[in-house]
Structure formats: structure tokens, C-alpha cells
């Protein structure tokens, strides 16, 4: 619920704000665009997440934020006012969280627990609606991204801190909008839910902790260059 209305209420503020850019940019084309073909561009942004950690009947939560941003590359097919699309893109993140809990709470209850995304990619189709120089769109397809983390030495055996360190693969969903300041530049606004799954601890110390599964939503603005 939370993530629905995050992405309302950005739609609804780039409805407002692509008006209002296109009457300030003089020159701005009201018709005349086509979609269609190859772009590249760059995108930054936020990104956020909740961990939960668990051991022996224990949960501990936290959150994880932070900057994202990377380069995208893709592909349009333009039949009447409907857009289909194909696009990559690969993006550093510093969405990383700790936390240290009360003496009652395992597996973060003496060093602490931590959660990082390094990084992460998607490979996703687009169909959108074109009006005229104003495109909003679905997106959704897989994801791939570096993870890691660590609970303290009481839920290792006092042997050491627990960890996982993994490279997951995963699905992404999202939506967003484009707006075409002319037939080459393009500015856009999109939030993304990426799911990486749930990765496993490394500690050979039964019972060994765990997390929940590895999600997170982002909120990203853009500039493409279309050939």
C-alpha cells in the first residue's frame, strides 16, 4: 500500500510538472514526436527497503536508503498512440542500513546487524501511450543485483559474525512517465519494485539466522538522447 501510493503521488506530480515545463520551454513541441527507435541516457534517484532478521524465534527490523543511479539503453516501437518498448539499464546503489538491538534481541544484539545493496540491473519491457510528446508507461521484467549483510557473534556459535555476500537474480515492476522536449532529448520519471529473493547466511552454526526476502522500491528521474 505504501509503495502504491509513493507511486501515485509521483505520477500525479509529473502530470503536473511536465505541463507546466511545457509551457516554459519555449520552442517545446505539441505534436510531431515519434517514439520509435534506439536511446541511451542516465538516471539517479533513492532507494529504500526494511530488512528483517530473524533467529531463534527472534526478529529484528531495520531499514536500509540511499542514492541509486546508473545509465539505460533501449528500444521504441510506435504503432498509432501505442508505444512498446525494450529497455536495460545497470545502476550503483548505497542503500545500506545497521542496526544494534536490546540484549533481548538476537542475532543484533552485540556487534549489530547491516544490510547493503551494491548494485542492481533490469532487463524490462515498456508499453505506454503516447500523447503526442507525453508518454506514460508500464514496465516490468527481471532484475539482478550484488546484496549483502551481517548479524553479530551471538548467533554464530561466538565463532565470528554472520554473513551472506550474493549476486541474485530477481523481477522488476514499476511505471513512469517520459516527456519529449524534442524529437532527440527526453526527460522521465519512474518508480521501480525490484525483488531479489531471499539469501541465505554463511555459518555452519545451527540455528543460523536468516532474512526476509531482499525488496526494495526506487524513485528515479532521467535523461535520454534518442537516435
Not at 20 to 35: K, L, Q, R, S
Not at 122 to 140: D, H, I, M, Q
Request: charged residues 15%; glycine residues 14%.
Amino acid at each position: 500500500m505504501r509503495s502504491l501510493a509513493i507511486l501515485f503521488a509521483g505520477l500525479l506530480a509529473l502530470l503536473t510538472g511536465s505541463a507546466m515545463a511545457a509551457d516554459a520551454v519555449e520552442g517545446a513541441p505539441a505534436e510531431g514526436i515519434n517514439w520509435s527507435g534506439a536511446y541511451i541516457g542516465a538516471v539517479a534517484g533513492y532507494g529504500w527497503k526494511s530488512d528483517t532478521y530473524h533467529y531463534s524465534g527472534n526478529s529484528v527490523d531495520f531499514d536500509s536508503n540511499g542514492f541509486v543511479g546508473g545509465v539505460t539503453a533501449g528500444y521504441n516501437w510506435q504503432r498509432g498512440q501505442i508505444v512498446f518498448g525494450v529497455e536495460g539499464d545497470i545502476s550503483y546503489a548505497d542503500m545500506k542500513g545497521s542496526v544494534v538491538s536490546s540484549f533481548l534481541s538476537p542475532p543484533c544484539f552485540i556487534e549489530g546487524c547491516t544490510a547493503k545493496v551494491d548494485w542492481f540491473g533490469t532487463g524490462r519491457a515498456r508499453v505506454g501511450y503516447s500523447f503526442e510528446n507525453f508518454l506514460p508507461y508500464a514496465t516490468g521484467g527481471f532484475a539482478v543485483g550484488h546484496v549483502k549483510g551481517s548479524a553479530d557473534i551471538g548467533a554464530c556459535g561466538l565463532v565470528g559474525t554472520c554473513s551472506y555476500s550474493d549476486t541474485r537474480w530477481g523481477w522488476s515492476a514499476g511505471a513512469g512517465v517520459e516527456w519529449a522536449m524534442n524529437q532527440q532529448i527526453s526527460f522521465k520519471a519512474e518508480y521501480l519494485h525490484v525483488d531479489l529473493g531471499r539469501p541465505s547466511f554463511v555459518t555452519g552454526n545451527p540455528p543460523d539466522p536468516s532474512t526476509d526476502r531482499i525488496d526494495f522500491d526506487t524513485v528515479r528521474i532521467g535523461i535520454n538522447y534518442h537516435f
